[in-house]
């Protein structure tokens, strides 16, 4: 016979009443407990997830910002890849309030550590492999590069030209404060744009062939700039960047478009392609689904980041292309959505995605190549001489000139690189 079963039943059903109430106390402290560590931002075991926007339901929603992650934590990473000024800002922004974590910089706040949500310009020189094997997947964000190189020579000019972390540290006050003066800008476009238009090209290439590095070996800055080159056709196979070998699949999983992603109206639907990449991964929780169109514009109502519309100078269409490099411009975009409508490539989501986007930026420039046609700008004289005076102001950029023997001897890598100079 049991001991419960000798006991009065009015003690017994006054000791399970008491029992009751103390489960409940505790159940009620333990909650309290829960919110405290949730709201000062300790990791809490029990709830790996930690929820940072307030949804309301019916679609409703209010915009909370974001929060690191904590030391201790173990997300699935997502490393989001594009060319340099592809729309990587309204991209993090956009992903800070879908999922209410931070979005860390591959360059600066190299004290923490690059975990959960990182956003890359990698392989482009403006970009650092700083995340070693912590992420586990890609998404590739991309532009119109009638207006992505223009943006990119911006924050060039904002960072003085910066080609190492040191220097472009040392100017991160700029960022997003002014548009660059004119003469920079067309002498930096006169000398890089070519490059650039190519390196524009391969980045999508690198990801969407899960890393062929399209740079030749030794090149230490991956730009294809004198006395190095990039890699042609008639060299592949290219070699397979050690990265995607053995830290990370580079092979996007999805594609997002700058452009549709900040339309009001089929932003909301390319925020949910990010959502639908995210959801469902450890220690990342993503808003539901019918809640999304509303934290979309919750997130441009109250982001308090800067913008491109913050800067001071010039407007960004003032920054313009001259008719022959519209068309280069206009030809490496034909040449890209041949190739990704190759039937290799058929029924490949990314590749249709690059490709519907490459039809949207060909009618735009197209425009503009017509109406400069139509209207052309004066023709300034010939100056024999003009080439080399803007290689000689590139030189004297980003704290002098990189590739001089002199440097590159003092750095200890002269005798890697030595082949590719003449005698």
Known sequence: MSVLSLMPTRLFEKTKKRTIVYALCYLFCLSLLLVHFNSSGIKDKMNTKRQLWNYLGGGDCEWTGSSPFGSDADPYGTLFVGYPASGMRVTWQQT??????QVRDDFFELQYKKIGLVKTQYPHYEGIWSYGSDLDQTVLVIRNPRWGIPSYHTLLNEIDYAHSWEIAYEELDNVFTRRAPM???INWRDYRLWEEIILWGNYIDFYMSDGEKYWSEYDFERNGQWPFYFLNETQRPWPQDYHCQHDIECVPKEVISYERLRD???GPEELRKIANVLRGKDEINVIPDDGIECLWHQTWLHTPSPSNDDRAGPPREAYK???PQLISIRDKIVEYKAKYSAAQWVGNSNAIAIVENLSEYLIEIQGE????TANPP??????ANYLLEVQDWYKSKGKGNRYDPTELK???IWDFISGFYPE
């Not at 004066?378 to 100056?383: E, K």
């Open 369 to 372: 190549i017509d109406e400069l």
């Open 264 to 266: 009001p109206i089929v």
């Open 321 to 323: 292309f001259t008719t």
């Open 183 to 185: 003469s920079d800008w």
């Open 410 to 412: 003092d750095k200890g």
């Open 96 to 101: 800070e309030g879908l999922t209410g974590m």
């Open 378 to 383: 004066p023709t300034p004289a010939p100056d």
